[in-house]
């Protein structure tokens, strides 16, 4: 492709309409995730009785309409969804490798579906905490598998773009559960929220069975014959593969493709027998953290997605309305479906941002926003200035979307070779649930402790600051490189490697 070439005219060469069903099939995965993050965030005060309503639902009597709790067990509930999410997210890595990123993501939707069946009949906080604990081991294991098959299908020049597409769907789940929970916050129809998330998980199992196996993981593990004749389903027919099947270093020859494409084509998402003579070298997560060489990278990665986290995004995900409704008692919940739908909006207009100034420079970018707009949400909040308040937490989502939204999933997919990306992205999400399960658990309790009015941000600032110096000297740029010597050059990483 010419380096001068309109990014809508390469995307009409290399996108096909089957490419785009997988794209947004696979993505229903993420989409789920910031579904659940978001979904207690509207309700919250109906759901713990802070607030009554009188009107009649048509749902069980028996379920009580809401559900007492205190502070503490609020928080409780929504960061258990986070545990989940770190043992789904540890399982997934060595799970998609050895049995493919398809069974992996298939697997997914078993518990989003009970997952949300649990959370909208439970009748007390138990059942409701092991609801979101299941649907949040389907979430941790689908932010791991998806960025991987998105990254090895999407076309090669336009990686970065549709690897944004995991943080859109994310964005665009929160829009959606904030949405519905702006009119659906009264009486119990908290419950319904909770339900359409399984109705969701229904329809992605069905859809999943249209959808073919990574190409690059059945070139490495079973038929580079078949994974060619994939990759060119996933193309169009009229499609140039040579140079994709090339970079996966796996040896086919043309006598043995032709064989392959003249027989009948397996239905998508079927494997082939395990092939003996291909690549299943991969490592395992011990081994990622252990060994010299992948040292720099499980380093990078960790920071960036802790980095993520600890500038106090879902701080605002999941505490926004109840944070804002003492500043803007009647118009904090709108307030926050305005900032959702914000959020999808920067993050695709930001998508090509990664493809054209760079990974790091946006996440440096994006880093640099939010903790300038957290200085200023706390100083809205102290001295009750709404409009500052207002602008500063759309800000804050704005400059998030544009760096540390999209790339970090993207990152963590280029700093190693193939054999280590589950074992990679396994590290990065493990990272990543960890600092949520902090934010989640602890963001009430420390703004309480604070004094409230905001004053948590400062913290946040201060993270900001911290993290931010500490990417701008470690982590690498990625766009444009392959292979652990081009992304951290050979001195570089030898001398990491010490």
């Known amino acids: ?62 379920l009580p309409q809401c559900i007492p709790m205190t502070t503490v067990q609020f928080s409780i509930v929504s960061s258990i969804f986070t545990l989940g999410g770190l043992l789904g997210a540890l399982s997934a890595g060595p799970g998609c490798n050895r049995y493919g990123r398809l069974q992996t993501m298939r697997m997914t939707t078993v518990s989003f579906v009970l997952g949300s069946a649990l959370e909208s009949f439970a009748p007390n906080i138990g059942l409701l905490c092991f609801g979101r604990f299941v649907s949040g081991l389907g979430c941790g294991a689908a932010i791991v598998v998806v960025p991987i098959y998105i990254a090895e299908v999407a076309p090669p020049k336009e990686k970065g773009l549709f690897g944004a597409f995991t943080q859109i769907s994310i964005c665009l789940g929160i829009l959606v559960t904030q949405l519905l929970g702006y009119f659906m916050s009264k009486g119990n129809l908290w419950r319904v929220i909770l339900a359409i998330a399984g109705g969701i998980g229904l329809l992605h199992f069905a859809a999943l069975f249209l959808v073919p196996e990574s190409p690059k993981w059945l070139a490495e593990t079973r038929s580079p014959e078949h994974a060619r004749k994939i990759l060119r389903k996933i193309r169009g027919h009229r499609a140039d593969v040579d140079a994709e099947v090339k970079a996966w270093n796996i040896d086919a020859t043309a006598d043995d493709i032709s064989e392959e494409e003249s027989l009948l084509s397996a239905p998508p998402g ?60 009647t118009k904090a919940a709108l307030l926050i479906v305005f900032v959702s739908a914000l959020n999808v909006i920067m993050t695709v207009v930001g998508a090509p941002l990664s493809d054209k100034i760079g990974r790091k420079t946006c996440i440096l970018l994006s880093i640099a926003g939010m903790g300038t707009c957290s200085v200023l949400l706390a100083l809205g909040l102290l001295l009750g200035v709404q409009i500052l308040a207002a602008l500063a937490t759309l800000l804050f989502v704005a400059s998030f979307a544009i760096g540390l ?68 000297y470690w982590v690498p740029e990625t766009k444009g490189k392959s292979g652990i010597e081009e992304v951290w050059g050979k001195r570089e990483a030898r001398e990491r490697m010490e």
């Open 405 to 472: 939204g999209p790339v970090p999933f993207i990152l963590a997919n280029e700093l190693v070779g193939p054999e280590a990306v589950g074992a990679t992205q396994s590290c990065a999400l493990a990272a990543n649930w960890i600092a949520t399960f902090l934010v989640s658990q602890f963001f009430p309790i420390v703004d309480k402790a604070l004094g409230g009015h905001g004053k948590v941000f400062f913290v946040f600032a201060g993270f900001a600051a911290v993290l931010g110096s500490f990417i701008a």
């Open 270 to 329: 079927s494997h082939p027998a395990p092939n003996p003579k291909a690549a299943t070298s991969s490592i395992s997560i011990w081994e990622a953290l252990v060994r010299p060489a992948y040292r720099p990278a499980i380093i990078a990665v960790i920071a960036v997605m802790f980095t993520q986290q600890l500038t106090g995004i879902n701080s605002i995900v999941m505490y926004s309305v109840s944070l804002l409704s003492t500043l803007l008692p």
């Open 1 to 62: 492709m010419n380096g001068d070439e309109p990014l809508y005219k390469s995307l009409i060469r290399d996108t096909t309409a089957y490419f785009v069903y997988v794209l947004l099939v696979v993505t229903l995965g993420p989409f789920q995730f910031g579904y659940h993050l978001a979904e207690l965030n509207a309700p919250q005060d109906t759901l713990t009785c802070k607030k009554r309503s009188t009107q009649q639902s048509s749902l069980p009597s028996s």
